[in-house]
């Protein structure tokens, strides 16, 4: 049972009841207003269709920001040292930092333990502590890039490891100072 009140005489009504299927009207003022419920039906439709337009100018639009915002954190300055090279430095706005937590998988623990043994470079080990401060860099970027910043400054990479039961984890904390240049 739905009861819904009616759009022109405001009587409730149960639509599962009616005899038109219409959930806005009862059958009463459905036969009388025929002409009026389409009319109200192609605005309705009309005006779905409008906002399906304007999500859509809006979501390109989005999409648009999302893509300069990605072209300005794939260029975005992260330095170990304390200035810039090309840059003066205007502001200091405060400390950023990003963390990142990735597993070794079992496979890649196996091969790094036979390369303990036998010696060598583990091209798998490398692999991931590769990922992880390319992840890491990323997100400190974005983590700057939210405050406002135009680079980040003084950059450390602090890797830690954690293990047990069986589980192999790196850690790694990226940490700077983001600040604003100078125009």
């Known amino acids: 049972m739905d009861i819904k009140s009616c759009q022109f005489c405001k009587k409730q009504f149960d639509t599962s009841e009616t005899f038109w299927k219409n959930e806005t009207t009862c059958d009463v003022c459905y036969e009388k207003n025929t002409e009026n419920i389409e009319q109200l039906r192609a605005e309705r439709i009309e005006a779905l269709e409008q906002s399906r337009i304007e999500a859509k100018k809006e979501l390109s639009e989005e999409r648009e ?24 430095v205007e502001e200091e706005l405060g400390i950023v930092t990003a963390e990142c937590v990735f597993g070794m998988n079992l496979f890649r623990e196996m091969f790094a333990a036979v390369r303990d043994v036998v010696g060598g470079r583990s091209s798998a080990s490398q692999k991931i502590l590769r990922d992880l401060r390319n992840t890491c860099l990323t997100e400190l970027k974005q983590e700057a890039f939210d405050l406002g910043a135009d680079g980040v400054l003084a950059v450390d990479l602090d890797y830690q490891e954690f293990s047990g039961q069986g589980k192999g984890m790196l850690f790694l904390v990226a940490s700077g100072t983001a600040v604003k240049f100078k125009k």
């Open 65 to 88: 920001m999302l893509l300069k915002k990605q072209e300005t954190l794939k260029n975005f300055p992260l330095t170990t040292s304390i200035q810039f090279a090309k840059y003066e």
